[in-house]
């Protein structure tokens, strides 16, 4: 999936400010600063001084916009996703949860993405507040696209109306990070394509409704 | 489930030498020593002569059993998986993995085991050798477990016979470490029984046959 969606999740999010200009620059260096100084000295030894003095702000300009390194770490984190995950549209569930599981491995091939998941990963280890910034990022993330294609599939009938969209989008992408992360398998096309079919199967089915 | 199947994981594996005596203490005693040693000072600061002093054994004794700090690392891991993942045999391949999962989650709820698996799987986010150690042996308790219940569910007739028992485990398994690592979620009840649900219904359905 080298071309990218024309409707990033970003976009999808009412009420979301993105602004352009100046202030959309310094957020887009912060982050990056803040990805490139992550993976080479590690989260522990990462501080909000080190990069501002990398993005060529004042600490001041992080600590205002992001409250502390935890918020800019949480940041960076959704930034990576948003910008590479996008809501896809095929037409059936199975294929926009395929077209998902495709995306996800694809950004974990692409040398950068895999190095900052890591050292996002490893610092979520702890049990400090990086782990729960970290999590609520890319969870916001998934929630976000997994809410719109499951309204399309229920909308189309696929599958019933109680439907848990996060479940949906754990279900897929659970088999994938298991592989990354705890077994270290390599992930191949056959896995993202089963990892969607499952996913889709159990959801038509009826297995991955709302708790009531 | 408390109670400890009286069958375990290595009582299964035709040829395994499972010594008694003082082999075996000097085994647990190494393995108990590795863990601890983990837990306080980390991986990184982990080293084959420390675990050495605080077992009370020479450290060529471990070099002789283990070849390095890897092999006891993964020996370590193994044997937390070992002594409290049994083969369940309910009935049913559902059954049977909903006691797996159960097991699992409670296994991850006693305090010294999530943080030892924290710190196995932190070190496992590296990429030297306590990588693929820590990876493989996981994955060998996983899949010997699977084999066997798999081996009886296509006996039942519950699933193909080409079903592949390890993708069954991992299908299982997956969604319950992604909570655990990766969205940092509780792991409650109905996890645990929607993924052996989800997995034996993607099993029945011929979702998870071995590639060809």
Redesign the interface.
């Known amino acids: 999936m080298r071309q990218r969606d024309p409707h990033p999740v970003a976009g999808q999010r009412p009420g979301t400010v993105r602004p352009g200009g100046r202030t959309a620059r310094t957020r887009r260096s912060v982050l990056q600063a803040a990805l490139t100084e992550l993976v080479e000295v590690g989260y522990s030894s990462t501080g909000v001084e080190k990069i501002a003095i990398r993005a060529g702000v004042a600490p001041s300009t992080i600590y205002r916009r992001w409250g502390s390194l935890e918020g800019v770490v949480a940041d960076a984190a959704q930034s990576v996703m948003e910008e590479n995950l996008s809501v896809p549209d095929t037409g059936t569930l199975e294929g926009d949860l395929s077209t998902l599981t495709r995306a996800i491995v694809e950004l974990f091939n692409t040398p950068p993405y895999r190095a900052w998941m890591?050292v996002l990963?490893?610092s979520?280890?702890g049990h400090g507040p990086a782990?729960?910034t970290?999590?609520s990022s890319?969870?916001r993330t998934?929630a976000e696209i997994g809410a719109v294609i499951v309204e399309r599939a229920v909308k189309r009938g696929e599958v019933p109306q109680d439907t848990d969209a996060a479940?949906v989008i754990?279900?897929a992408?659970?088999?994938l990070?298991?592989?990354l992360?705890?077994?270290?398998?390599p992930v191949g096309e056959?896995d993202t394509v089963?990892a969607a079919?499952?996913a889709a199967?159990?959801a038509r089915?009826g297995?991955?409704r709302k708790?009531v």
């Open positions: 890591d990963i490893g979520a280890l782990r729960d970290f999590a890319t969870l998934r479940e754990r279900q992408a659970a088999p990070y298991y592989r992360y705890i077994s270290c398998e056959a089963r079919e499952v199967t159990a089915q297995l991955l708790a």
